[in-house]
């Protein structure tokens, strides 16, 4: 595209700021969407803090998933940007004392070092970026291994196979995948299930 | 069906509860399908965000297991008020705790509406356990009041929608009633004075009133029309009327004119015969005392005919029934004809002549009757009315576009006309003024026939004039191709060898039937019932040599060609019995008679069926004496009549010369010097040649060394006729000669016998000899 606008440019026929401006245009609506999508995920990043701990105190298999300090370990994935899951991590801990009165530790993990260590086991894992299919996969291949939950507050990863997320309506809901939850062997209190939102 | 929808109030009002129930359904399936659930979802909403800022507080109470607190707040939310219901607008809650505890809270007010149902998980605020689940039942009431009135606004509306609709039926109908009524008036009103249209209604439509009026003037335009028509018609009727008054006075006048032209005729025939003759007997006897009186009346009668005539044909050209008969004409000749006859008055008047036909002017295929008498007329015209001065005639001939046009300049330089008297030269009976027919005569039908003669032949007569200067007459008329292809490059050159090899066979002809008619006298058979249309021919053709023979009917007339075989016959149309045209069908259709030449001599103007069945010539009674003659000859002619020609430069000699020989029945050519008799010499061999002597130009006696000269022309036999005075210039060409004829001596007699002595002996022997009667004396 860009290379046909830079030949566009070089014909000295075709009216170059009308190029130009058409560029512009479009740079600037880009910025505008990705400011937007930026606050957006942040907000999403925000109440997913809130409601992640409330997810996994729910787990009925949750004391069976403790590390072995008999804590409550919460990863938080990155591909890319670590600095955003140490952030992430350091907000959470701020919050939330404990979960379901167990004390928790939230450890800020690339998903390179969560493929090299097998031996990793989690209780439950958090995405802090959006990943791209093939990692996506590879996370849930991982955490349906090891029967934890995914929370992903990302629009769209319920529906593509994570195993929670939020649903953002007049309230915000807990928004579960039946299919991963039924593969990953999690159970869930049926009382949330029931008034969560899910996608079957 | 169609006749309903075909009415605009049904079609207007089907239209509108079409399109109103479109809009209604779109409104229900918005209703349904956006406006409801929305409202739902919204009710649904503020039941969650009523819940939403309690949840925290609730679970903040459940973990201290404050339970006095939990009363208050759940005691708070069930006393909240809708303010647009002033009714509470939570119904109940109950929290169902995980350990199987139930805490309610009922409000005293009941619904007849179901409630919306808001539930949300309580979590612990210390350890974020689930403590169990808080339900809420939110007052539907607003919710259903507000559907409520919805469906009752859309009632009201489908019940506005439907008055509207009667109201829009009404108006419409009521808006086009006047139409309706325009159509019946319209369908009632015949035009008639007093059946108008009613004036419209006040309160109706402008459009409706502009129709109405454009009607009323359509209307009154339709009754202009209608009277105008009737006008017309009654104009039309009255012309109609007229027109066959017309008919019938122009039928009258043709019949009055035919039965005077026939009644005028006839005396006028027997006056102008019985004259001519008389003439002639005067002369004989000597008694020329009586000769001027005779003549007078031979011209008073010319004149009465030539008038006659004109009235006729100015009479036929108004019917239109006047006919035109095309012909090759060599325009020389008609030219030479004319002033033959125009230069006698000429000289009356002492006016000069000139004429001026340029040589590419040669053949023309016109109707030469007409020319030559619209010619003859304006010659005339110009001579009578100029008094020593010069007369010109010039013609040319130019192609215009594809048509060849000629035209003939007759210029004068006598009294000329004013513009007012221009204005009605060319109308009938009127001459320039009456003064003008005191003093000169005439009847002032001339330049009108003339010019009616030159548009019939699709040509025209103008004239330029001006007062006491002089006249210019121009005749133009469109001339078709000669049907001989006589081109005059053609003619000019070979003029020599053409009319040689003529005169060889002429003079073969000419011995044939000199021979034949020594033997045998010509039988001239005159067929009418008039006896004198018998008398008067038998008379001066028998002076020609002819024998006559009359009878008086058809039946006679054929048993007489049966028994007499005749050379010519003279035929009448009104028999008794058989008309003439049974007798000239009965000649052409028999091969023994059908080259006998038959010559038409009647009053009736028949003359294009008489050509059509084979006659050779037509002639109009009263017909005069030379014009029969000359028929006559020329018809037998064709069998053997012998052509004399007169070279002699003294008109009077030549006129009387000529006159003697055709009474005598040969053919006569004139010339009035040498040159010109050798042109006429091959124009048409002569059988003899009367040669003056003294000429201007070319004489006589160096004509006579160019006839000698030819092979072909030096055995014509010669007379010359010479002066007392010259006998020197006689002696010395007697030799040259076969008669000699003294002018001083000169006598009818005289001049007949010589020319028969010359012409018999030149049919038994050479004429290179002198016989007795060649001296000068």
Not at chain 2, 335 to 342: K, L, N, R, V
Not at chain 2, 584 to 600: C, G, Q, R
Not at chain 2, 682 to 688: D, F, G, H, I, T
Request: one cysteine or more.
């Amino acid at each position: 595209m860009i290379s046909l606008y830079i030949k566009c440019l070089k014909n000295k026929s075709i009216n170059r700021f009308a190029i130009i401006f058409r560029l512009l245009v479009i740079a600037v609506s880009l910025g505008f969407l990705n400011v937007y999508a930026s606050e957006s995920i942040d907000r999403r990043l925000q109440i997913s803090l809130s409601i992640f701990p409330k997810i996994v105190a729910v787990d009925n298999g949750l004391r069976e998933k403790l590390d072995k300090k008999n804590r409550v370990l919460l990863a938080f994935i990155s591909e890319f940007d670590d600095g955003k899951a140490r952030e992430l991590a350091k907000a959470m801990r701020s919050k939330i004392k404990n979960i379901a009165g167990m004390s928790y530790r939230v450890e800020p993990v690339n998903l390179g070092d969560i493929l090299a260590k097998d031996s990793f086991s989690p209780t439950a894992i958090f995405l802090t970026e959006r990943l791209s299919s093939k990692r996506f996969n590879t996370v849930m291949d991982f955490a349906m291994r090891k029967k934890i939950l995914v929370f992903s507050p990302f629009t769209g990863d319920v529906e593509r196979g994570a195993t929670v997320g939020i649903a953002i309506t007049s309230r915000v809901k807990p928004y579960f995948n039946m299919r991963t939850l039924g593969a990953s062997s999690i159970s869930i209190n049926a009382l949330l299930i029931k008034m969560s939102k899910r996608y079957e | 069906m169609n006749r309903y929808f075909s009415h605009i109030t049904n079609r207007v009002t089907l239209n509108i509860i079409g399109v109103m129930l479109l809009v209604m359904v779109a409104i229900v399936m918005h209703w349904i399908y956006v406006l409801l659930p929305t409202f739902k979802d919204g009710e649904q909403t503020k039941a969650d965000l009523l819940v939403t800022p309690y949840t925290e507080l609730i679970e903040t109470a459940i973990d201290q297991k404050d339970r006095e607190k939990l009363d208050e707040l759940l005691n708070r939310l069930v006393l909240l008020i809708d303010p647009k219901i002033k009714k509470p607008m939570v119904l109940s809650i109950k929290i169902s705790l995980v350990n199987g505890e139930l805490i309610e809270k009922r409000n005293s007010v009941t619904s007849q509406y179901a409630p919306f149902t808001a539930e949300t998980p309580l979590f612990s605020q210390k350890t974020s356990e689930l403590l169990g689940v808080l339900q809420l039942e939110y007052n539907a009431e607003l919710f259903n009041s507000l559907i409520a009135d919805a469906e009752r606004r859309l009632v009201f509306a489908v019940i506005v929608f439907i008055v509207m609709l009667v109201f829009v039926q009404r108006h419409l109908f009521r808006l086009l009633q006047p139409l309706s009524d325009l159509a019946a008036q319209v369908e009632s009103v015949d035009f008639g004075e007093a059946n108008k249209l009613s004036k419209p209604k006040k309160d109706i439509a402008v459009e409706i009133r502009q129709v109405w009026q454009a009607i009323e003037k359509l209307f009154l335009r339709l009754r202009q029309r209608d009277d105008q028509v009737r006008l017309e018609h009654e104009a039309a009727q009255v012309a109609l009327a007229e027109k066959i008054k017309a008919v019938a006075a122009n039928k009258a006048k043709s019949q009055f004119l035919a039965n005077m032209s026939h009644e005028l005729r006839t005396p006028l025939n027997a006056i102008i015969g019985y004259s001519e003759m008389l003439i002639e007997e005067v002369a004989e006897l000597g008694e020329m005392q009586l000769d001027s009186d005779l003549e007078k009346i031979n011209l008073a009668g010319k004149n009465l005919l030539l008038l006659i005539s004109a009235v006729l044909d100015l009479s036929k050209i108004e019917a239109g029934k006047m006919q035109l008969y095309y012909e090759d004409v060599r325009v020389n000749s008609l030219i030479e004809e004319i002033i033959d006859i125009i230069t006698p008055l000429a000289e009356k008047n002492n006016n000069v002549i000139s004429v001026d036909c340029p040589e590419n002017v040669k053949i023309i295929h016109i109707d030469v009757m007409k020319l030559r008498q619209s010619l003859l007329n304006l010659m005339s015209n110009a001579v009578k009315f100029t008094e020593n001065g010069k007369i010109e005639l010039i013609v040319s001939q130019k192609t215009v576009g594809i048509n060849e046009w000629i035209s003939f300049e007759v210029q004068d330089t006598g009294i000329g006309l004013s513009e007012k008297q221009l204005n009605s030269l060319f109308i009938a009976f009127s001459q320039a003024d009456s003064s003008t027919t005191r003093l000169y005569g005439g009847t002032g039908l001339g330049l009108a026939i003339s010019r009616s003669y030159c548009r019939l032949l699709g040509g025209d007569i103008t004239v330029k004039s001006k007062k006491n200067v002089g006249s210019k007459f121009t005749i133009s008329l469109p001339v078709g191709r000669p049907t001989q292809s006589l081109s005059t490059q053609e003619t000019e050159q070979s003029r020599s060898l053409h009319f040689e090899s003529a005169r060889s066979a002429l003079v073969h002809s000419d011995a044939t039937v000199q021979s034949e008619r020594r033997a045998k006298q010509m039988i001239v058979l005159i067929i009418d019932d008039d006896p004198m249309a018998c008398d008067m021919p038998s008379r001066y053709l028998g002076k020609s040599g002819y024998k006559v023979v009359c009878v008086q009917n058809a039946a006679d007339g054929i048993a007489k060609i049966n028994s007499l075989k005749p050379d010519v016959i003279l035929l009448d149309i009104m028999l008794p019995g058989s008309s003439g045209w049974h007798v000239l069908t009965y000649v052409k259709e028999h091969s023994e008679f059908m080259h006998t030449p038959v010559i038409m001599l009647t009053m009736v103007d028949e003359k294009t069926t008489a050509y059509a069945l084979g006659a050779n010539h037509y002639l109009m009674k009263p017909v005069d004496k030379d014009q029969l003659v000359t028929a006559i000859n020329r018809c037998v002619r064709k069998g053997g009549i012998k052509t004399i020609l007169v070279v002699d430069d003294d008109q009077e000699t030549r006129k009387l010369l000529s006159t003697i020989l055709r009474n005598e029945g040969y053919y006569v050519t004139e010339a009035e010097n040498g040159h010109l008799g050798l042109i006429r010499v091959a124009e048409r061999n002569p059988a003899l040649i009367l040669l003056d002597l003294l000429m201007p130009g070319m004489d006589g006696r160096e004509f006579l060394t160019q006839i000698g000269q030819n092979p072909k022309w030096r055995t014509i036999p010669v007379i010359v006729l010479v002066a007392k005075e010259n006998t020197q210039d006689c002696n010395n060409i007697v030799n040259q000669v076969d008669g000699v004829i003294q002018k001083s001596e000169f006598s009818i007699g005289k001049v007949i016998s010589m020319v028969k002595s010359v012409l018999n002996n030149e049919n038994t022997q050479p004429v290179t000899k002198l016989d007795d009667k060649k001296e000068c004396k």
